[in-house]
């Protein structure tokens, strides 16, 4: 029978670092919005460690589901993943599709609603948790689009529009040549520069719409720090395009078992005509398929340039709100009804067609 207890505190980073390791390495629902380092790494520039509240379940002495919460000090103490906000993908580590884990992890999330909002984001459809979500009417989040790859480059390839088989081969094109076009790819060593020169790039192609873009403050911090743990262990993927000696496109990715992240880009404006986000985004698919991969996510955002790439299923994320029964309760699931509205304009601005309106949270009678 599973034993599960709340660990409070940073202690969990320390304490149980190789357990948590090793089941975001051998879960079938790892993402690395889970790792250790990724929640780590975030709890340094969005919360603090004395904030954090981890479910910790094992059975025996084996670590098979893992949440890692943070509680937050509003006045109806919210408790919400840790990681809110960067992360894509924010539903518990678990060993297996297993109905006594998740009924452990159920009853203690239940049993945090009596003294707290649980506000749970980013939650997957097809985590083996959600179904339990039903009855407290889930609010649509984002949608995901999924590329399940075949096992060569060339064949993908061939399944693409004429107009988009054009655009991915014109790195061999004369036009490109003649520019001294190339893709380089992220290093330990390149580390840094990648960093400038993407949220340099990832600015412009903001700006060019009016919009500041994703990063900024203590979130281009973190993502910073994050980059350089990322890539020594190969998390991290990165390619630019370089043209006349200057950047023009970067693309940044992460790899997890044998699925490639496509997290973000950024484009210079002037440099459209060379298509940069087309080139790199084909040479992250050619890649990930060459190295062993079997699916390519272009996680959270409907946009119609992820629809090119022809991806063939999605997913969709959600948000459960269980609050407790009191006064405050109440007020905190009203707020946060509120607060996602405003949310989902502004997603639906910075993401195109990503999100539309489906159902507000249902007060709770």
Same mark, same amino acid.
């Given at each position: 029978?599973?034993?599960?207890?709340?660990?409070?505190?940073?202690?969990?980073?320390?304490?149980?670092?190789?357990?948590?390791?090793h089941?975001?390495?051998?879960?079938?629902y790892?993402?690395?919005f889970q790792?250790?380092?990724?929640i780590?790494?975030?709890?340094?520039?969005?919360?603090?460690?004395?904030?954090?509240?981890?479910i910790?379940?094992? *059975? %025996?002495?084996? @670590?098979?589901?893992?949440?890692?919460?943070? &509680?937050?000090?509003? =006045?109806? /103490?919210?408790?919400?993943? !840790?990681?809110?906000?960067?992360?894509?993908?924010?539903?518990?580590?678990?060993?297996?599709?297993?109905?006594?884990?998740?009924?452990?992890?159920?009853?203690?999330?239940t049993?945090?609603?009596?003294?707290?909002?649980?506000?749970?984001?980013?939650?997957?459809n097809?985590?083996?948790?959600a179904s339990?979500?039903e009855p407290?009417?889930?609010?649509?989040?984002?949608t995901?689009?999924?590329?399940?790859?075949?096992?060569s480059?060339?064949?993908?390839?061939?399944?693409?529009?004429?107009?988009?088989?054009?655009?991915?081969?014109?790195? *061999? %094109?004369?036009? @490109?040549?003649?520019?001294?076009?190339?893709? &380089?790819?992220?290093? =330990?060593? /390149?580390?840094?520069?990648? !960093?400038?020169?993407?949220?340099?790039?990832?600015?412009?192609?903001?700006?060019?719409?009016?919009?500041?873009?994703?990063?900024?403050?203590?979130?281009?911090?973190?993502?910073?720090?994050?980059?350089?743990?990322?890539v020594?262990?190969?998390?991290?993927?990165?390619?630019?395009?370089?043209?006349?000696?200057?950047p023009?496109?970067?693309?940044?990715?992460?790899k997890?078992?044998?699925?490639?992240?496509?997290?973000?880009?950024?484009?210079?404006?002037?440099?459209?005509?060379?298509?940069?986000?087309?080139?790199?985004?084909?040479?992250m698919i050619?890649?990930?398929?060459?190295?062993?991969?079997?699916?390519?996510?272009f996680?959270?955002?409907d946009?119609?340039?992820?629809?090119?790439?022809?991806?063939?299923?999605?997913?969709?994320?959600?948000?459960?709100?269980?609050?407790?029964?009191?006064?405050?309760?109440?007020?905190?699931?009203?707020?946060?009804?509120?607060?996602w509205?405003?949310?989902l304009?502004?997603?639906?601005?910075l993401?195109?067609?990503?999100?539309?309106?489906?159902?507000?949270?249902?007060?709770?009678?």
């Amino acid at each position: 029978m599973p034993k599960v207890e709340i660990m409070n505190g940073g202690m969990v980073f320390d304490s149980i670092s190789s357990d948590w390791d090793h089941l975001s390495q051998t879960s079938a629902y790892a993402t690395p919005f889970q790792s250790r380092k990724w929640i780590q790494t975030w709890t340094n520039h969005f919360s603090s460690s004395r904030n954090l509240r981890t479910i910790v379940v094992r *059975e %025996g002495d084996d @670590l098979v589901a893992l949440y890692p919460l943070t &509680e937050s000090f509003a =006045p109806w /103490s919210p408790i919400r993943p !840790a990681g809110v906000g960067p992360s894509d993908y924010l539903g518990p580590l678990m060993i297996a599709d297993s109905e006594s884990l998740k009924d452990v992890l159920m009853d203690t999330l239940t049993e945090l609603s009596k003294g707290h909002l649980v506000d749970l984001h980013q939650m997957p459809n097809d985590h083996p948790l959600a179904s339990r979500f039903e009855p407290f009417s889930p609010i649509d989040q984002a949608t995901c689009l999924i590329l399940d790859l075949p096992s060569s480059y060339t064949d993908y390839v061939a399944g693409l529009s004429k107009s988009l088989r054009y655009d991915v081969r014109r790195l *061999e %094109g004369k036009a @490109l040549k003649e520019r001294g076009a190339m893709v &380089e790819w992220i290093s =330990p060593e /390149s580390v840094d520069a990648f !960093a400038d020169q993407f949220f340099m790039l990832h600015r412009l192609r903001w700006k060019s719409r009016g919009l500041p873009g994703a990063f900024f403050g203590k979130g281009e911090r973190f993502q910073r720090e994050w980059m350089r743990l990322a890539v020594q262990d190969g998390t991290l993927v990165m390619n630019r395009l370089v043209a006349e000696g200057k950047p023009v496109g970067c693309v940044y990715a992460m790899k997890s078992g044998k699925t490639c992240y496509f997290y973000q880009a950024g484009m210079d404006p002037e440099a459209s005509s060379l298509s940069p986000g087309t080139i790199l985004v084909a040479k992250m698919i050619e890649r990930a398929i060459e190295e062993g991969c079997t699916t390519f996510d272009f996680m959270r955002g409907d946009e119609p340039y992820k629809r090119r790439w022809k991806p063939n299923r999605q997913r969709i994320n959600s948000r459960i709100l269980l609050p407790n029964q009191n006064v405050l309760g109440k007020a905190g699931l009203w707020w946060n009804g509120v607060a996602w509205r405003v949310e989902l304009k502004v997603r639906h601005r910075l993401e195109g067609k990503s999100l539309h309106p489906s159902k507000a949270p249902r007060s709770s009678s």
